[in-house]
């Protein structure tokens, strides 16, 4: 089974701390996304990476920034928290040539 | 601009009926189409999916329809049991672009009552 892992549940943090979410794929996927939920805005694309070191604006890029320095593993990062930044954050992953996602349990940040 | 609409926020249904869930699309070029499942303070898991040259596919008690020309998709569930209360969320990609992301709706919760 793909195992996506996310490196913290919960997580609070105050504005304008740096944060970091992390996450980790055991299934040697080349596609990684980034996404967060927000009640009823459903699910949205913050950033996706096809490969080692690329990566794509999604959506709402706008106060994070993402990085892919090994095949398993996709960070990504709040320069700056803010309070509207306070959402569930789920990571998933992919083979190439394939549509179904495989998503982590989440983290739900909380920035104060 | 939404490309994959979900229009009902929720969905209530008695334990034992059926569970119909909407989504419509509006680009063409979709050709395949996947439903998630999500419980709180969990990731979404996948359910199931069509391809576009179908317009039905089935799998225990979850079937999802296909109307091309409407560009409409529905999930059913029969019969609907407790443990089906979730969030769905129905997505849906162009697998001839390159990158081929998921646009996903916003999702749809699901109560099923005793």
């Known amino acids: 089974d793909v195992k996506v892992t996310q490196s913290s549940r919960y997580l609070v943090k105050r504005t304008g701390e740096k944060v970091f979410l992390e996450c980790v794929q055991d299934?040697?996927?080349?596609?990684m996304f980034w996404y967060r939920q927000d009640p009823g805005l459903g699910l949205r694309l913050i950033y996706f990476s096809y490969d080692v070191k690329m990566k794509e604006k999604g959506d709402i890029p706008e106060g994070y920034s993402v990085s892919r320095e090994k095949k398993e593993r996709f960070s990504l990062i709040l320069e700056s928290a803010s309070t509207n930044q306070t959402s569930m954050y789920l990571c998933a992953s992919r083979e190439t040539g394939y549509e179904k996602l495989f998503f982590g349990s989440g983290t739900q940040l909380s920035v104060l | 601009d939404q490309q994959v609409k979900q229009n009902s926020p929720s969905l209530s249904v008695q334990e034992g009926r059926i569970s119909i869930l909407n989504c419509d699309y509006t680009n063409s070029m979709f050709d395949y189409f996947l439903w998630y499942k999500k419980y709180p303070a969990e990731g979404p898991t996948f359910l199931i999916s069509?391809?576009?040259?179908?317009d039905k596919n089935e799998d225990g008690r979850f079937t999802v329809f296909l109307n091309k020309s409407a560009k409409h998709l529905s999930l059913h569930i029969v019969p609907s049991q407790p443990g089906d209360s979730a969030v769905y969320f129905c997505?849906?990609?162009?697998?001839?672009?390159?990158?081929?992301?998921?646009?996903f709706g916003r999702g749809t919760q699901l109560t099923v009552w005793p």
């Open positions: 997505a849906a990609v162009d697998r001839g672009s390159t990158l081929g992301r998921l646009y």
């Open positions: 069509i391809s576009s040259i179908k």
């Open positions: 299934m040697d996927h080349e596609n």
